[in-house]
């Protein structure tokens, strides 16, 4: 699937993945802003992406446990997901992610 992340300096970088998880992707290949700190277990925010509005049907909204995490976080609004959670499938194509502040 391809996936564009959208940085805070307002880069748009598309990357193409497979499988594993879209935070693993994009620390993989250095998108600035996600860091992935706790290794994808849903405790540090350092993953948090804004979907685009009309994508938040690929994803789906936040689970509890990502909206207990991301309840820490100012930056979080209705379209916010922990990226370690997403899952990479061909359902996600075209997906665009703004890399939450
Ligand atoms: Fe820590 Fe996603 S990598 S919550």
Redesign the pocket.
């Known amino acids: 699937a391809k996936i564009t992340f959208i940085t805070s300096d307002e880069q748009r970088i598309t990357l193409e993945g497979f499988s594993g998880s879209v935070?693993a992707l994009a620390v993989e290949n250095g998108i600035k802003g996600i860091d992935?700190?706790?290794?994808?277990?849903?405790?540090?925010?350092?993953?948090h992406v804004h979907v685009a509005p009309e994508d938040i049907s690929k994803t789906g909204e936040a689970s509890e446990i990502e909206a207990d995490?991301l309840e820490l976080d100012d930056d979080t609004d209705q379209y916010s997901r922990?990226?370690?959670?997403l899952q990479i499938s061909e359902e996600l194509d075209g997906l665009v992610l703004r890399v939450a502040k």
């Open positions: 935070m992935g700190d706790c290794g994808g277990v849903c405790s540090c925010a350092t993953c995490m922990l990226s370690c959670q």
